[in-house]
């Protein structure tokens, strides 16, 4: 059975190839870290233009498409620290 970074690895990896410049970090919390690059995503700790920091229910929501990102951010159910316009376009490749 996967775990929750490795399924989080599996679908985000070919929504980010490609689609992101720079680096994001998803902060998944009590689970761990997956970092978006252009080359897909990984399950790995590093520097990033932008770090998301949630539940994995929330992830999972707006993964799902149940939950708006910006409101996530807005109703602070999704903490974002670092280039905001990087975070818009994470928040793209998420809910894509």
Do not use: Y
């Not at 690895?9 to 009590?30: F, R, S």
């Not at 761990?32 to 080359?39: H, P």
């Not at 990033?48 to 149940?66: C, H, P, Q, Y």
């Amino acid at each position: 059975m996967q775990t929750v970074l490795e399924e989080f690895v599996t679908t985000l990896h070919p929504k980010a190839q490609g689609q992101i410049k720079g680096t994001a970090k998803l902060v998944i919390e009590d689970q761990g870290v997956v970092m978006l690059t252009e080359d897909g995503a990984e399950a790995a700790d590093g520097v990033a233009d932008v770090t998301l920091k949630a539940s994995e229910t929330i992830f999972r929501a707006i993964l799902n498409g149940s939950q708006n990102p910006i409101m996530a951010v807005m109703s602070g159910k999704l903490k974002v620290d670092g280039n905001q316009m990087r975070a818009l376009k994470v928040s793209e490749i998420l809910t894509s």
